[in-house]
């Protein structure tokens, strides 16, 4: 159970999470230029700088890290024909609801998940509400956010089956 890729899933969801703010630290002032004439309808968007190599690096290790997780994903569903992952399932995949004990786990770290997502979500829009923060903030708050549940679930998960084989 413990290379189940479905409770590696949310380690991997972390890891897209981290580059994707990178990402976005990348992009964060890029000069946008809007034309509008009668003769020209065009938006040009130039990064420069320190800024653009850090998005192409960023860029570069998501896409990386996206080939590596889909031969995971695929080597996983070819081992396991009725545990398949689909990657793009409404479905969070990493819920692990095969039998009664898992199915508990699974409910007890989505209850863990919920109430911090209730919590969370309304003080990052009170902060951004109240204070005058930049958009990168905002962006960072979001995916902090989601690195926040992702890590909440996978410890859960974790910390249950590790008493399961003590």
Do not use: C
């Given at each position: 159970?413990k290379?189940?890729f479905?409770l590696?899933?949310?380690l991997?969801q972390?890891?897209?999470?981290i580059?994707?703010g990178?990402?976005?630290y990348?992009?964060?002032?890029?000069?946008?230029?809007?034309?509008?004439?009668e003769?020209?309808?065009s938006?040009?968007?130039?990064?420069?700088?320190?800024?653009?190599?850090?998005a192409?690096?960023?860029?570069?290790?998501?896409?990386?890290?996206?080939?590596?997780f889909?031969?995971?994903?695929r080597?996983?569903?070819?081992?396991?024909?009725?545990?398949?992952?689909?990657?793009?399932?409404?479905?969070?995949p990493?819920?692990?609801?095969q039998d009664e004990g898992m199915?508990y786990?699974?409910r007890?770290a989505a209850?863990k998940v919920?109430t911090?997502?209730?919590?969370?979500?309304?003080?990052?829009?009170?902060?951004?509400i109240?204070?005058?923060?930049p958009?990168?903030?905002?962006i960072?708050g979001?995916?902090?956010?989601a690195?926040?549940?992702?890590?909440?679930?996978?410890r859960e998960?974790?910390?249950h089956?590790?008493?399961e084989?003590e």
């Amino acid at each position: 159970m413990k290379n189940d890729f479905r409770l590696q899933y949310p380690l991997w969801q972390m890891g897209f999470i981290i580059l994707l703010g990178a990402f976005a630290y990348g992009l964060s002032s890029p000069m946008t230029e809007v034309v509008n004439t009668e003769t020209e309808n065009s938006i040009m968007i130039s990064i420069g700088g320190t800024q653009s190599l850090f998005a192409m690096i960023a860029l570069l290790l998501y896409f990386i890290l996206l080939a590596v997780f889909a031969s995971q994903l695929r080597k996983h569903n070819k081992n396991n024909p009725h545990q398949k992952v689909s990657a793009f399932s409404i479905r969070p995949p990493e819920y692990l609801e095969q039998d009664e004990g898992m199915t508990y786990i699974t409910r007890k770290a989505a209850q863990k998940v919920y109430t911090f997502i209730t919590w969370s979500l309304p003080l990052l829009a009170a902060f951004a509400i109240i204070l005058p923060l930049p958009k990168l903030f905002i962006i960072w708050g979001i995916l902090l956010v989601a690195l926040g549940q992702y890590w909440i679930y996978y410890r859960e998960v974790r910390s249950h089956l590790k008493e399961e084989t003590e």
